[in-house]
């Protein structure tokens, strides 16, 4: 059974920093399939935030380009959310999710089919 959990949210002040782990478990190496980090704010749909594909091509959304970095350990056994220069727009539910499959070239929400219970981020002004 594959379960993924998310570390690393909390609240921080607008320009603030924050990194995310996410930790599967029974899911194996991740120089594989697809993983990605998506989030969710009160009141809105669930979206894409980036994705790095098991060779580690990367991708991110352009609402956070520049400040997000995802990455995975050394060992393919921990994904990564490096997020700088945070705003209050970045406030969210951020989830951990993969799939077995490649990443296409957008990040897609319906992709994943394992999912973290998230962690939440709240960035204040």
């Known amino acids: 059974q594959v379960q993924l959990q998310e570390s690393g949210g909390g609240t921080v002040q607008t320009g603030g920093s924050l990194r995310l782990s996410c930790t599967p478990s029974?899911?194996?190496?991740?120089?594989?399939?697809?993983l990605g980090w998506f989030r969710q704010a009160p009141g809105k749909e669930r979206e894409g935030v980036g994705q790095?594909?098991?060779?580690?091509?990367?991708t991110l959304s352009d609402s956070v380009k520049g400040r997000f970095t995802i990455s995975k350990d050394a060992t393919n056994s921990i994904l990564y959310l490096e997020m700088i220069a945070l705003k209050p727009e970045d406030t969210a539910l951020y989830y951990c999710?993969?799939?077995?499959?490649?990443?296409?070239?957008?990040?897609?929400?319906?992709?994943?089919?394992?999912w973290g219970p998230g962690t939440p981020v709240t960035v204040s002004s």
């Open positions: 790095i594909s098991g060779d580690g091509h990367s």
């Open positions: 999710a993969a799939a077995w499959r490649n990443c296409l070239a957008e990040i897609e929400v319906s992709r994943p089919i394992f």
């Open positions: 029974g899911y194996g190496r991740l120089n594989r399939g697809c």
